[in-house]
């Protein structure tokens, strides 16, 4: 009974002793979003696809609806237009889906937030369920933490609904032998308070888990642009957990189907020539490819990135 007081009155304590916004972001230092801002937006506009709790998920649809379905998965702080470019080098050839997940881009019920951990699984699971056709392959998409939610989603409940998955210098946890620290200056954690309600929630205590523990370092440019609305720079702990492989990451990346994971030479946030290693130990599905001379967001246009995408698709 007191070792469980020491424990709560301790992670109390370290939640109350950190507060959001104590470092000021000015956008310095970060993600090199200026391709993102360039060329101007030329996306279907978004439909709702009703999830299980009723939330109309905002969704792009285009391309071929016999081909394989592919789903784009979009990274932390911004929403589905990131793929403005590398949807329409994939449209001709296959069914693309663009989600803006839940809690980011203009329809996002609470921004930064979700209800509970793994909401992003089922909301995945049930656009997959409610768009994929008969017999219809299903590859899932990722870039940065959104390829880090695939992985999750391959060692989830609803691992099975895919056939395959493309990585695009994924997030696969803060530890992890791919991670620069705070990945390159664009996450400011609040550590104090990850650990506080870690603690809680390893004893089933999970009513604070909307308080945000992370600050995103993005760009003036964006925020004070025409699509700095549509920015999402602070995640609460339900919502951030969802958007990475779980602790035992290993465990995730063994559940992959065959993937294909790219990376940039260039990257700012992560090592992109250390991901064959760590994540061969836990599968033999995967290729690798390094882009030479290109960064952590320019990986997704990069030429080299569509021609991959669709000769792995292709040879599934």
Known sequence: MIEALVLLVLAFGLIASQRLGAQEMDGAGGLDFSGVLQGGIDMPKTQGVKMRDGYELQVRSFGNTGAPLVVLVHGSGWNGLQFNKLSASLK?????????????????????????????????ADLITA??????????????????????????AHG??????????????????????????????????????????????????????????????????????????????????????RSNYLKDISALPPYLLMAGTLDEAFHGDRYKDVMSRASNKGRYQLVPDTGHLAIVDAPETATAIAAFIDAL
């Open 160 to 245: 099975g609904l895919i056939d395959g998955a493309v990585l695009l210098a994924p997030f696969l946890k803060y530890n992890a032998p791919t991670t620069r620290k705070n990945s390159g200056g664009w996450a400011h954690p609040l550590t104090r308070r990850i650990i506080g309600l870690s603690m809680l929630n390893m004893v089933g205590i999970r009513g604070l888990n909307h308080l945000e523990i992370i600050q995103f370092n993005m760009p003036r440019a964006v925020l004070d642009g025409d699509l700095g609305h549509l920015a999402t720079t602070s995640y609460s702990y339900r919502l951030n957990t969802s958007f990475a492989p």
């Open 92 to 124: 001709d050839d296959f069914a693309v889906l663009v989600p803006d997940l839940r809690g980011h881009g203009a329809a996002p019920g609470r921004r930064g937030d979700v209800d509970y951990i793994g909401q992003f699984e089922d909301d995945l």
């Open 131 to 156: 768009r994929v056709g008969p017999g219809q392959k299903v590859i899932l998409l990722g870039h940065s933490s959104g390829g880090g939610l695939v992985v999750r989603f391959a060692g989830g």
